[in-house]
Structures are given as C-alpha cells and as structure tokens.
C-alpha cells in the first residue's frame, strides 16, 4: 500500500470535521465557519520538543495535542512478533532511552491486502485507512484530555472489528476517540494485535508444548495490551481500576472471548458489545487439524516449525489459506460452526466457550452492554434494484446465506413469513434485511448473560442516515460514530449535520454513564432498564429513541436453533 493513500484520508477527514472533533459538549459551532474571523483563531495543533510527553516503563512518549486532546500514535505494547517470535505468546517490548516519537498511527497487522480498495462504492462509504502493514504490529493509540494530572479518568478501550482475520485501530475515521475524550472527560485507547493465520494457527497438535497456546496468541495480544493499560494508563491520566472494553463487529466477539480468559479477569471492568455476539469459539480438534494442514501446504514437517517462522508473512499467509480452504471442502456445509482461524477452546487460555452452555465464571462480575443494528448488511444499499425485489425472491435469496451467515435452507419460507408479520408494512427488502440481520445471537448472549450477578443492558439501533438514496439504513458499523460523537467526522456514513449528531450526543453520553457506573440510565437515553429473559427490555435507538420489551420476539420464533 502506498502511505500516501491513508495520509490523505486522515488529512479529508480532519479537514471535514474540524469543527466538529473541536466542539465541547455543548459548544455550538460558528453559524459561517468558512468566513469566520480566522485573525481570531488559535493554533488547534501543538508539537514539539516539550509537547505531549508522558512516561511509560519502556520509556518516555512524545506525541501531540490536537484541539486540547493529546495524541499518542503507535506506542508498542509488545516485542515484533516475526521471526522466532512468531506463534508464540507476545513478548516485553525493548525499553528505549530517550523520548519515543508517538506521532503515527503503527502498523496494521498482517492480513490481504490486494485490492483492498477495489470496490469504489464500500472504500467511499467506510473510510478505509490502511498504511503499512507488518509483524511489528502490536501498538496502541491514547487519546486523552491530560497527562498525570492526578484525575482518574474512565478508560474506553476499543477492539477493531474484522472478523479476526482483517482490521485495525483506527480503520474506519469513526475510530477516532477525540470527541469521547473531550466529551467525557474518558481516556480512549485503540489497538492493533495479531490477526487470521498470524493470530490464531493452532500448531499444538503438530508441533507439541512449546506452541501450546499458538491458537490463541492474537487474543493474548490483547490480553497484553491491557497489561499495559494496567501498568501505563495512570501517567495519560486514566484509571486502571475503570476499564470498558469495547468492540464490533469481530472486536465484539473478541470481548466476548476475553470475558472467558482467566488470563485477562481484572484488567477489565465494563464489556461493550456491537454487531458482534460470540457464543462459541473453535473446537480444538477442528483447530488442531487446520494447524496440520498448514505445515503440509507449507511443504514444512513439525520438526521444522523455524522454517515456518523464518518464511516471509505473505509467502506463508497463503499457504495458510490454501490450508483453510482445503479443510472447508473436506468438512462441506455445517462442518464446524467456527473452522478457520479464530480463538479455541484449548483448555487453558479459553477453558470454555464464552456463553455455551452457559455464561463463563470469568464474566460474572462484569457488566455488559449489547448492541446491533436493524439492519447489517442492507442488502441493496450498493444495487438500486434490488428495492424491487418480491418476497419470494427474498424467500430463494435467504435460502443459500442470510447475512454473514449461511441461509435457512427449507425453513426460509416460514422465516420470511414470520418476519413479514411480525413488523406489516415494510418492503420486501426491508424483510430480507431483518431476517439476514436477526438478532438470535444478541438476544441468546444477553440470555445468558442475563443469568449472572452483572446487570446486562440490550440496543437495537435504527438510525437510517440519508444516504444512497436512504437505501444504506441502518448498515454494520453506522452505530460507532454514534457512541463516539463521531458523526460529523464519518460523513460518509451520516451525511452529518444535526440530525444524527442529536442522537450521537444521547448515545455517547450513555456510554459514558455505562463506563463510569456500569449502568447506561441517565446519560441522555430515556431511562434504560435492565434486560431480563422474560421481558427482553431493549433501547430501540433512532431519532426518538424507546424502550421496548422484545420487539422481535415472534419473529425470532421461527428462525432454526443456533
């Protein structure tokens, strides 16, 4: 990837949201921006020698401050993971003598990056920011409104989402935690780890002990990163005793699985879930055998796992992949709910599944806000046509794959049905849409949940932005900026304007009520209660936000069992 693609993103989207990255809580903008009196304006950057240096127990930090915000970019959290390093748990970075450059984003982990912006249409709509990418990746971002001031300031940290296999910390503008910091008075930290073959190749059937944990090391990345916040966040003026994890996506099943990781109870207080709901991780004899079949694609025996490791990233990402796809043939359709390279069960980094058959222990304490949108993929967002479509086509359509899932087979005429019954009125593509996004694994996660001390707290997000001709409703990702305060800054998600910064400042308030207390209520939102399996109380979040028991009760009904 050339840098000069991402730096001009980041320069498009600073420039487009000045303003609103630079607004307080209830600042209001000039009413002519463009013609204000610029003779009056101050610096909005500061950098420098003596600008934004903090101290961490590697060394000293110097980044920037941005609009009263100080930045620190790519700050490690871990040793490079290439070379010798690789497959195993993450390592101390090196202490370094001097003050360290934090002043750029790190490097993206390892992952497909061909034609990552071939699609014009979903480049233009998300944002995308990628730079360099290598094993020299575990790094971390801190936004926060001071240093070492005395204050304890909640700590939000966000998981990028991606499945496990793509991703970073500041992929899409709406990662950006300045407004958060600003608005709250919160520390915001982002982070990259470990991904796909890099994060979670299971080599402990073949290779024995000293790759025990070789399937889960992309999680322990995280589980150091939070180390670091334990033992660094203090001197960015956060509190190490006040953490929220927060992800989407696959950073929300990656909070689903830390919340089962003996290895990672108490660095964590508060769980975030969006988009992302993970009962299940992998099986460890499934994850054993894809392990194998990499040395064997490799041309590798277990004998040789140095060759494995001295072999170039992208040389061995696609033998990996070669591998995954060969055990999908070999297992066919409903071979494995998870059978690539993600978390697994091995008995000692994850002792159970998350949330099957029940909660884990792990989780108990901890409570938990879980959050999805109506709408996910929004089938025609991209294909105009589609808003055409008859409900028996959309019947045939979820018959092969609904969503990010596979499709319901002989059971998706009943699906459909139900569907349509359940919410009359809206257009056959509004049904495909709410079956392909049914919220079966959000409601079986706040279930169990549900069933431990820490309260659980459940969202539907509805917001439809005027985009696309409104054909984009409320697509995967749109509720991050919101929980942000980033609407301004993700145009091309919102459009921008009053509108749905009204909502993101009910949302983003809320959050912050839920990161300082563990309860969601009275941050903006109307009051917000507790969910329970029997009534399934859920914040339907839009323009005129509402509480509702189970609105998608019935309909649910009818989908197959997960």
């Known amino acids: 990837m050339k840098p000069d693609r991402r730096r001009f993103f980041q320069t498009m989207a600073t420039g487009a949201a000045g303003l609103a990255l ?6 209001a903008a000039p009413a002519d921006p463009v013609n204000a009196d610029r003779d009056a304006d101050a610096p909005v950057l500061q950098v420098g020698e003596n600008i934004a240096v903090a101290d961490t127990q590697c060394g000293r930090v110097r980044g920037y401050v941005l609009r009263g915000i100080h930045y620190f970019l790519g700050i490690p959290y ?39 912006y071939a699609n014009g249409l979903v480049s233009f709509r998300d944002h995308w920011n990628y730079d360099d990418v290598s094993e020299d990746c575990l790094r971390l971002n801190v936004f926060t409104p001071a240093l070492a001031d005395g204050k304890k300031r909640p700590v939000l940290f966000w998981i990028h989402g991606g499945g496990f296999v793509a991703g970073n910390g500041i992929e899409q503008d709406g990662y950006n935690g300045e407004n958060l910091a ?51 966040i203090a001197g960015f003026g956060g509190d190490p005793g006040n953490v929220t994890i927060m992800g989407q996506s696959g950073g929300g099943a990656k909070v689903c ?103 884990a222990p792990t989780a108990a304490g901890v409570p938990m806000l879980i959050c999805s949108t109506v709408d996910e993929q929004s089938p025609s967002w991209a294909d105009a046509s589609l808003e055409n479509i008859t409900l028996p086509e959309v019947v045939e359509k979820v018959k ?41 694994s959000a409601v079986a996660l706040a279930d169990a949940k549900s069933k431990q001390p820490a309260p659980v707290y459940v969202a539907w997000f509805g917001w439809r932005p005027p985009l696309f001709d409104g054909r984009a409703r409320a697509f995967h990702c749109l509720d991050i900026c919101f929980w942000f305060d980033n609407t301004d800054l993700m145009l091309s998600h919102t459009g921008g304007g009053a509108r749905p910064r009204r909502l993101a400042a009910r949302m983003a308030g809320s959050l912050l009520q839920f990161m300082r207390t563990g309860n969601p209520d009275g941050g903006g939102l109307p009051s917000w209660p507790r969910y329970t399996t029997a009534s399934g109380e859920t914040m339907v979040l839009g323009d005129t936000s509402e509480v509702r028991n189970d609105p998608d009760r019935e309909a649910r009904k009818a989908l197959p069992a997960l």
């Open 257 to 359: 699985t830390l919340t089962a990781m003996p290895s990672a109870k108490g660095l964590f207080h508060k769980a975030v879930v969006e988009s992302g709901a993970a009962l299940r991780m992998g099986e460890k004899a499934t994850s054993e055998k894809l392990g194998g079949y990499v040395l064997a694609e490799a041309g590798i025996t277990a004998s040789e796992i140095d060759k494995l490791q001295a072999m170039p990233w992208k040389e061995y990402l696609a033998a990996a992949t070669r591998a995954a796809q060969k055990l999908s043939q070999e297992l066919g359709p409903g071979g494995g709910l998870r059978r690539g390279f993600n978390p697994v069960v091995d008995g000692v980094v994850l002792p159970q599944d998350p949330y099957v058959p029940e909660a």
């Open 400 to 440: 092969v794959r609904a969503g990010f899932g596979p499709g319901f087979g002989d059971k998706a005429a009943d699906v459909v049905a139900a569907y349509a019954r359940a919410f009359p009125g809206r257009k056959p593509v509004e049904i495909w849409s709410l079956v392909s996004a049914n919220r079966q």
């Open 78 to 116: 871990g040793a490079d993971t290439a070379g010798a390093n690789r497959f195993l748990p993450p390592q101390k970075p090196k202490p370094w003598t001097g003050v360290r450059t934090a002043l750029w984003w790190g490097n993206s982990a390892p992952q497909n990056m061909d034609n990552r």
């Open 182 to 232: 600003r608005r709250g008075d919160v520390v915001f930290v982002s982070v990259n780890h470990r991904l796909g073959a890099l994060g979670y190749c299971d080599l402990a059937g073949a290779a024995g002990a000293p790759f025990a944990v070789s399937g889960n090391v992309g999680m322990l990345d995280l589980v150091a990163a939070l180390e670091w916040v334990r033992d660094n």
């Open 22 to 27: 630079g607004r307080g809580a209830s600042a």
